[in-house]
């Protein structure tokens, strides 16, 4: 839902988008904390991929990082982990009118979740070339043939976001090289 303002010229309530010049601002500072979600999943030893969700009204509901490894659950993307923990504090399973915000474009598991939560927003960092169930090698989110589809932004610090997944395999490629030498 966009924000009412007051036209003053009139006095009557209006509907306004937030101008475009903001909304890049604003997904650049949340993709930054899904980013840093990224970090302290790398920092467990997981693959770096950080999950945010943002609710209408600008609250933080929840952010995740990878856990897979950590709770034994192949299941728990940070997309996953973040949309259980904005569910629980929402109240509802369905985020209807909420952002996600994911440094790596959601595979199929993820791009189905966030169907089923009813996500309004998706807007991802680097796209995933081998797995990427959003627009590389499907599209889930806004496939016609699903009861639901959500508005999708991609290439929000792209670079980082892309950049933080080539460091942890360049360093996981180069410590199994020491390991095998």
């Not at 299941?75 to 629980?88: D, G, I, K």
């Amino acid at each position: 839902m966009a924000p009412i303002y007051l036209d003053f010229a009139s006095g009557d309530a209006c509907e306004r988008r937030m101008p475009e010049a903001l909304v890049e601002e604003e997904d650049a500072r949340r993709m930054r904390e899904a980013l840093a979600a990224a970090r302290h999943a790398r920092e467990a030893g997981e693959v770096p991929v950080g999950a945010c969700v943002v609710a209408e009204d600008g609250r933080l509901l929840a952010s995740a990082g990878n856990r897979t490894r950590t709770d034994c659950d192949p299941t728990a993307h940070a997309e996953v982990v973040a949309l259980r923990e904005a569910a629980r504090r929402y109240g509802n399973y369905r985020l209807t009118g909420v952002t996600v915000y994911s440094t790596i474009e959601p595979c199929a598991m993820c791009a189905g979740a966030l169907i089923q939560a009813r996500v309004r927003r998706l807007v991802y960092g680097a796209r995933d070339e081998r797995f990427g169930a959003v627009e590389s090698q499907f599209r889930l989110c806004d496939s016609g043939s699903l009861n639901h589809r959500m508005e999708i932004t991609s290439g929000v610090l792209e670079e980082e976001c892309r950049a933080a997944m080539q460091e942890f395999f360049r360093a996981r490629r180069r410590a199994g090289m020491r390991a095998e030498g």
